[in-house]
């Protein structure tokens, strides 16, 4: 099932998977490249407390876990292109 919606719910997208597993299809500002990240939110593991240096909404980010590295990475919001969680497709264009 695919399903199209507006660019400012990716984030209400990524919160409601609730830590399940997802797949996020983005543009890296870096390089400019695709990256397909299968990721979840949630984990604990390896969170000393001590916190970034920077606030993630300033940033227009949102921190997940990379399960492929097991490590955390953020994900520009603005550059999401798809989505994949719970059996359900977003497609940002």
Do not use: Y
Not at 23 to 29: A, G, I, M, N
Not at 31 to 59: H, L, Y
Not at 60 to 65: K, M
């Amino acid at each position: 099932m695919v399903t199209t919606t507006e660019k400012p719910t990716a984030l209400e997208v990524i919160r409601k998977s609730k830590g399940k597993f997802m797949t996020v299809e983005f543009v890296k500002r870096t390089t400019g490249e695709i990256r397909k990240m299968n990721c979840r939110t949630g984990v604990q593991k390896g969170v000393t407390g001590i916190g970034k240096s920077f606030n993630d909404s300033d940033k227009g980010l949102v921190t997940v876990w990379d399960a492929q590295i097991s490590q955390f990475r953020s994900i520009p919001l603005e550059n999401i292109i798809s989505i994949t969680s719970q059996g359900v497709e977003w497609l940002w264009v």
